[in-house]
């Protein structure tokens, strides 16, 4: 017969316990990455909610800056506008 071939109980308990933590850290990782799915798809929506405002906000004020801290806003100038505005006020002006 042959002798049966076995690690130590010391080590076996190390072992075992070593592949315990890595069993329950593989299971916090798929909790943290299903919250982190959660998590992107709440900001998606914040974002789309945004852009929805946003789009509501321009077509009643038309392009501005908003301070968030008191509401006041700026009206935008793009520069095609200012440009066009400049080439009126040569004409007009001379």
């Known amino acids: 017969m042959s002798k049966e071939l076995k690690v130590t109980p ?3 308990e190390k072992i075992q316990a070593q592949q315990s933590v890595r069993t ?3 299971l916090d990782i798929g909790s943290v990455e299903a919250q982190k799915f ?5 900001l998606a929506n914040v974002a789309a909610k945004t852009k929805e405002t946003a789009e509501e906000l321009e077509k009643e004020y ?3 800056n908003i301070n968030l801290e ?4 700026e ?3 793009l520069e095609e506008d ?5 080439k009126i006020n040569r004409i ?3």
């Open 10 to 12: 010391e080590q076996l």
């Open 24 to 26: 329950r850290l593989l």
């Open 38 to 42: 959660d998590l992107m798809n709440a």
């Open 62 to 64: 038309g392009k501005i």
């Open 70 to 73: 008191d509401g006041t806003y």
């Open 75 to 77: 009206e935008v100038v």
């Open 82 to 86: 200012k440009e066009e505005e400049e």
């Open 92 to 94: 007009s002006y001379g």
